[in-house]
């Protein structure tokens, strides 16, 4: 709750009324008395008496009832008519903002006065703002820093409108056309819906959703504000916005995550929630500093994108015999990893919709739990009351599940813990970050698990990438060259037909437009146990495992380039060329 020097809460309608300066002690006293003499309320006493009119005891009214709520003076739905009463310059000189009218009265929040002189000082703003503006002044004292803070983010709505027409003009990608589909917001909202601010963030939240984004950055600069979208994996720049709308941007962004919104120095988390088209969509966003100002950094949460199966994952069938046959063993661990992004929780989620709902108990440990499922118990993590992974493990265990998907391995104990599930008679299903599948087993270890454990209870892991899939709006085929040829290891003189995308409307240009994975399966034989045991390197394992038939993350990239599913470009892009046998 914003703290004036009047606070507002403590004081009743009368009260509030002398202490803006709108009647005087004596006529509080006289109106006390007819309220008495007459049996009626104090404000139609102070009407009756013409000490204020109707308007102006309902504008006091509200304004008492908005400072009591809103947690910054930046946040104060100022009147648009009366911030042109003060030119910037003036708020800025003399530590003033213009808040409402009440009829002839305009109210000012002012930086309070510190001594007996300077109150003499305030007097004389006052009487300088009335001479400005040709009305009578109602002044409410704040803190000079609340002032600071509130001036750029006030004065900046006033200027929104021209400057996202300008943002619209200089991007051009959202400029033809208004997204209105974010039809609601789950949050808290003080705002007039149609405030341009308000309206631009809308805009900005409804491009991403239609857009298929997965994240969405705002991006300070020096002199700017970029507006980027995370499309198929790779960073879009669609908007540029001008400095001084950056403030009350993330101020928007932030009051919908319900943060502080004061606090520009701590990182802060957070989400909220918008329907489109009739789906909920949630919004992960974490806010840090960085030198130009704050980053944001949102997540989209599909619940739609979870009820895709193993196979429009993009595996192969004979990867999905494999899989499907160590998903539904009775117990062990299958590991699935990758970095950030790469779409490990996909897998997870389709994994356990492989599972059969009816007839096991399935938990899961998440954090942040991001897909509701229905027939899944899910447990999120809150390490500030001390629900850890680990802590939570230990509980479930009790609660006799028969599968168990754990967010992430994050460190010795909750491996641990995963080990003893998986050896007491659960399935466990998990995530890891590495970069292979066979440096995942040297992980494990290194985090202090002895190599017995993690051979007698590793079933398999799973390693995996996104590449773009060709765009089918502007796919064409076309005759490989020498070089394309002898990366995918074909022939040189023999005919090879790839695809790749030409550039549209549909995929921006690029060529490309949704995502395919590309994996990479360790089968946990009875010869990686024993290598397991005697401490053998990743690189012997690897050997021993494509011997075996296992195919590597390049593999499987070069084997859906070879089926036009990706392109050769996309492949070397995520995966690289991979080092060459001396």
Same mark, same amino acid.
């Given at each position: 709750m914003l703290q004036t020097t009047e606070n507002p809460n403590k004081d009743k309608i009368g009260e509030w009324l002398v202490n803006l300066g709108m009647i005087t002690r004596r006529q509080l006293t006289v109106s006390q008395d007819v309220r008495e003499q007459n049996q009626v309320s104090l404000e139609v006493a102070l009407i009756d008496q013409r000490f204020v009119t109707e308007e102006e005891l309902t504008g006091a009214a509200r304004l008492?009832?908005?400072?009591?709520?809103?947690?910054?003076?930046?946040?104060?739905?100022?009147?648009?008519?009366?911030?042109?009463?003060?030119? #910037?310059?003036?708020?800025?000189?003399?530590?003033?903002?213009?808040?409402?009218?009440?009829?002839?009265?305009?109210?000012?929040?002012?930086?309070?006065?510190?001594?007996? @002189?300077?109150? &003499? @000082?305030?007097?004389?703003?006052?009487?300088?703002?009335?001479?400005?503006?040709?009305?009578?002044?109602?002044?409410?004292?704040?803190?000079? #820093?609340?002032?600071?803070?509130?001036?750029?983010?006030?004065?900046?709505?006033?200027?929104?409108?021209?400057?996202?027409?300008?943002?619209?003009?200089?991007?051009?990608?959202?400029?033809?056309?208004?997204?209105?589909?974010?039809?609601?917001?789950?949050?808290?909202?003080? #705002?007039?819906?149609?405030?341009?601010?308000?309206?631009?963030?809308?805009?900005?939240?409804?491009?991403?959703?239609?857009?298929?984004?997965?994240?969405?950055?705002?991006?300070?600069?020096?002199?700017?504000? &970029?507006?980027?979208?995370?499309?198929?994996?790779?960073?879009?720049?669609?908007?540029?916005?001008?400095?001084?709308?950056?403030?009350?941007?993330?101020?928007?962004?932030?009051?919908?995550?319900?943060?502080?919104?004061?606090?520009?120095?701590?990182?802060?988390?957070?989400?909220?929630?918008?329907?489109?088209?009739?789906?909920?969509?949630?919004?992960?966003?974490?806010?840090?500093?960085?030198?130009?100002?704050?980053?944001?950094?949102?997540?989209?949460?599909?619940?739609?994108?979870?009820?895709?199966?193993?196979?429009?994952?993009?595996?192969?069938?004979?990867?999905?015999?494999k899989l499907e046959r160590y998903i539904n063993a009775p117990n062990g661990i299958l590991l699935v990893t990758g970095p950030t992004g790469s779409g490990k929780t996909s897998t997870l989620y389709a994994s356990l919709a492989a599972m059969d709902k009816n007839s096991d108990s399935i938990v899961t440990i998440e954090d942040p739990v991001e897909f509701p499922v229905e027939g899944i118990s899910q447990i999120q993590a809150n390490h500030k009351i001390g629900l850890t992974f680990a802590a939570a493990l230990r509980t479930i265990l009790r609660l006799d599940p028969d599968t168990i998907m754990l967010g992430e391995i994050r460190d010795k104990e909750t491996g641990e813990i995963a080990i003893e599930a998986a050896l007491t008679g659960h399935m466990v299903l998990s995530t890891l970050h590495t970069n292979s599948t066979v440096e995942t087993v040297g992980r494990l270890i290194d985090m202090g698990i002895p190599p017995y454990m993690v051979s007698a209870t590793l079933l398999c892991v799973v390693a995996q990438r996104l590449v773009r899939k060709v765009c089918k709006g502007c796919t064409e085929e076309y005759e490989a060259d020498a070089e394309e040829k002898e990366f995918l290891g074909q022939p040189l003189e023999a005919p090879l037909t790839l695809a790749r995308g030409k550039g549209c409307e549909a995929c921006n240009e690029t060529g490309h437009k949704g995502q395919l994975g590309v994996f990479e399966i360790l089968e946990v034989t009875r010869t990686i146990k024993e290598m397991i045991n005697r401490g053998e390197t990743a690189i012997a394992m690897l050997d021993a495992a494509q011997k075996n038939g296992m195919l590597t993350l390049l593999d499987d990239g070069k084997r859906k380039a070879l089926r036009r599913m990706t392109s050769v470009q996309e492949v070397i892009r995520v995966l690289g060329r991979g080092l060459k046998d001396e």
């Open positions: 008492q009832e908005i400072l009591g709520s809103i947690p910054a003076l930046a946040e104060f739905p100022v009147e648009e008519d009366v911030l042109p009463l003060i030119p #910037e310059a003036v708020a800025k000189q003399k530590h003033i903002i213009p808040l409402m009218r009440l009829g002839e009265r305009l109210v000012i929040a002012y930086g309070r006065a510190t001594d007996a @002189y300077q109150r &003499d @000082y305030d007097v004389k703003l006052l009487d300088q703002v009335s001479h400005l503006t040709g009305l009578m002044v109602v002044g409410v004292g704040f803190s000079r #820093e609340d002032i600071a803070t509130g001036l750029e983010p006030i004065y900046g709505r006033r200027k929104a409108s021209a400057l996202v027409d300008q943002a619209m003009r200089i991007s051009g990608t959202m400029g033809e056309t208004k997204v209105k589909s974010v039809q609601s917001i789950d949050a808290s909202d003080n #705002e007039d819906g149609d405030a341009p601010i308000v309206d631009l963030v809308n805009q900005i939240l409804g491009k991403a959703i239609e857009s298929g984004a997965s994240d969405l950055h705002l991006e300070p600069y020096e002199k700017k504000l &970029d507006v980027r979208l995370r499309m198929d994996g790779v960073l879009q720049t669609i908007m540029t916005l001008p400095k001084q709308v950056e403030s009350a941007v993330i101020s928007r962004v932030k009051i919908l995550c319900d943060m502080n919104i004061a606090e520009r120095r701590r990182p802060q988390d957070g989400r909220f929630s918008v329907r489109h088209q009739g789906q909920k969509i949630d919004f992960r966003v974490a806010v840090i500093a960085v030198h130009w100002g704050e980053k944001v950094v949102m997540r989209l949460l599909r619940p739609k994108t979870i009820s895709l199966g193993l196979e429009a994952l993009g595996f192969d069938k004979e990867d999905l015999v």
